[in-house]
């Protein structure tokens, strides 16, 4: 972690406890006014730790936060399973959660446990994943994913504005990758320059949709596309994947058929694709600075855990990622038609020439891991001198 991001952490914990021991009101600050002390008990339900990110930034970040405030953090692993995640959710309402967060394997699957939620009066964040929301009970923190697939496409479109296009989602339970992602790409031009003939689809024309977001699958998925195109005489000029681990199996796909590294994106960070962007395997990565959705998380949990409601809920994050609409929920509209209160981080695109700013950032990712393989004709050598 670099000295700034530190000294930002450090300051929104000492806000947190300062407030926690002053029970008759501190100053309004933007991390909050503490979160109830031994007695806030927090409960986090995780879809699953494959991704490298929720172990790795998200957990360890919210849980600090969390026990900074002087709350307690408790929290369970889904492992991908819809039902286990309601038995999840029953399992920390059970052990006390006063406050429960929810990153959500499926946004329809996990409605019975939302409705628990309701009835037992616990309030829920939905943790980077949509929960459709009737009643106003859910606030939803995230980044700004209509942003990130708009920031892939951006880099994309510019790098090749014209020729053959893989589209490869993620898992079609997960909002992110059914509507925002995509809803970001047409508004970087994608669908225009598909209706007017620039680009055309290798592939499904809707896009080839990864259960569980798993790289194995979309290694499978680009190999039997790589092997149609190939069956075809079509070039594949560029691959618009929605994250890294989908990314990743593309990347391995194009490896194992010896077809060369078209322009490829992704998001999240993770340390091998952030490599695979410094040797030139992937073309940009939207990183999505995690550390701070948990800082964010834990503090709006505080907060919620004293009692106070959702629209009062304030968060003290690095400026570099802070909502563009204020620190304070604001009106979400979702793809079902409901209003939920949101707080939406920023991301930051990737090229390899940019790394740098994982490096001072104080990534999980080492730059020894980021750089491993780098020589000087590789796209990130400068970054990795």
Known sequence: MSRARAAVGMAAAMIIL???SSPGGGSASASGSGGGGGNCVVGVSWNNFQQPRWGATDKPKMKQTIEAG?????????NLDNQRQLSDVDSLIQRGAKVLVLLAQDNK??????????????????????????????LYITFDNV???KAEAEA????????HYVLMKGDPGDANASTFLPSGWDQAGLKDKI????????????????PGWDTQKAQNEMEAIIDAANASNTKIDAVLAENDSTALGVAQALESKNYGFPPVSGQDGDPANLNNLALGKQYVDVWKNSNQLGI?????ALQLCQGKKINEVSINVDPSVAPAAGNSPTDFKTPGGNTVKSLILKPTP????????????????????????????????AACK
């Open 350 to 381: 990737l090229t390899a020439d940019q790394l740098g700013k994982v490096f001072a950032a104080g990534w999980y990712a080492s730059k020894d891991q980021i750089c491993k393989g780098v020589d000087s004709s590789s796209p990130g050598a």
């Open 70 to 78: 002087g709350g307690t953090f408790i929290d369970a692993d889904a």
């Open 156 to 163: 994309i479109l510019q790098k090749v504005p014209k020729g």
């Open 18 to 20: 300062g407030a926690c």
């Open 296 to 300: 964010a998380a834990g503090q709006a």
């Open 147 to 149: 942003g990130v697939g």
């Open 195 to 210: 209706a007017s003939g620039d680009i055309q689809i290798v592939g499904p024309k809707e896009g080839q949709f990864t």
């Open 109 to 138: 699957a996990i409605l019975p446990a939302l409705q628990k939620a309701k009835d037992a009066g616990i309030p829920v964040i939905a943790y980077d994943r949509l929960i459709e929301d009737t009643s106003g009970s859910v």
